[in-house]
């Protein structure tokens, strides 16, 4: 075999093992360089370069800091104002309980946020019209597309992730900077917010036998005073680097890291917490992913795939229809693969094809990063979507009608935006 077609069925082996619910992600991207170096296509260190890749340190760094950030007692704080809105207006409370679940995303990423919420929902009751039957679809709707969009906290790496799994296919001055992708998912975002305060009424109201146990491993920060407002000081430091990267340069990237650093000798966090959050499934997965593409690159199969890809869209010309078969697409992978999966095998391909077509990748690789994460149609979307949908026991074939019109209409709206902020033809 030559060292193209050795590379394509690495690459696929990759995919399929990321379809297996039981191989992490992590453990299969990485299974994957070591192939890459057996079978002699890479040696070592282009293998494993993700491992020391400076947006990999950076990413890792900052899920340090979003796991010091839930040690604090900010989200606690706002579950009392859901047992204040209550019985006030139906519309009111809505809004309440969307703007507070965005807020809580910056601070928890959205299993976690599920998981508590469901501890919050006996502030609601079963008696007024906001029950939880109701709100559960609703909030699980603007989970997945509110998680990391607006670009603090976790949010506040999204562009650059995205990079990680292209930065070795496309020219440098192709890379997003911090803020793209936020300027392409807020208009989707916030009609997500406002189809929520819609859909809640057409849901089914019904008693709901809620187990508070499920979260019974969140527990309220219990930092001391002083510890706690060190990690908003050193979060808000870091993302103001983040924010003004421009006067930083390469320093950008390793300034998170010294953050975690200082909270790791305040005793924010235990030197196994830290290792536990930077040596993350996501974090392996992503280094990984760099050695594949490092490979396809060098080997020419993305060149290849790019082309085969370009194909199927070069009977038209016009962007937004590129771009609107690109998210309908990934939408409709990523209900049977997870949102990381869907990304890890979408992202290097359509940066291919943009490289041999000309195109801009930027664009195409929003419509991949953001249509990624709408999964909320079916359970196995992802398992923040499979606990939500078993909290609320919906029926996934009943509550379609209100799902995929959703769906529809943001992959869509995404596409225009895309169109919009990135031309594919400049």
Known sequence: MSSIQIVIAITILMA?????????????????????????????????????NQTVIMVASMFGLSAALQKTSLAFRLKDLIGIMSGKSDMALM????????VMLLV???????????????????KSEVTPS???????????????????????????????????????????????????????????????????KKLPKRELNINDEMSSNIRRGDLAKWKEWLVYIVFICVVLVLVFNSYFGSLMYVIPGLGL???????????????Q???????????????MTAALTNSG?????????YSLVSWTDNGFVIMLIISLFT???????SNSGCRGVLLPLVAAMAVSAGMDPRGLVCCVSISAGYAFCFPTGSTTCAFAFALGEYNPAKVLKYTLPLLVILCVVTAICCNIVFPVYG
Do not use: H
């Open 16 to 52: 399929i093992l990321f379809m297996m619910p039981k191989v992490p992600f992590g453990l299969a991207a990485m299974f994957c360089c070591f192939l890459l170096v057996v079978t002699g296509v890479s040696d070592i260190s282009e293998a494993f370069s993700g491992l020391s």
């Open 301 to 309: 199969a993305a060149d290849l795939i790019g082309n085969v890809m």
């Open 134 to 200: 109701r709100v559960i679809l609703p909030m699980l709707m603007i989970n997945v597309c509110w998680e990391t969009c607006i670009p603090l906290g976790m949010g506040a790496t999204q562009d650059f992730q995205a990079n990680a799994y292209i930065e070795n296919i496309v020219a440098a001055e192709q890379l997003l900077v911090y803020g793209d992708m936020f300027k392409v998912r807020i208009i989707p975002a916030i009609l997500v917010v406002i189809y929520a305060c819609w859909v809640w």
């Open 331 to 337: 939408a409709l992978m990523t209900t049977f693969l």
């Open 261 to 275: 650093v200082i909270l790791g000798f305040a005793g924010v966090l235990s030197p196994k917490e830290i290792t």
């Open 95 to 102: 809004i309440t309980l969307s703007v507070l679940f965005i």
């Open 277 to 291: 959050n930077v040596c993350s499934d996501t974090i392996w997965m992503l280094a990984g992913i760099m050695g």
């Open 108 to 126: 928890l990423p959205g299993m976690v946020l599920m998981v508590m919420f469901a501890s919050f929902l006996g502030a609601l009751g079963d």
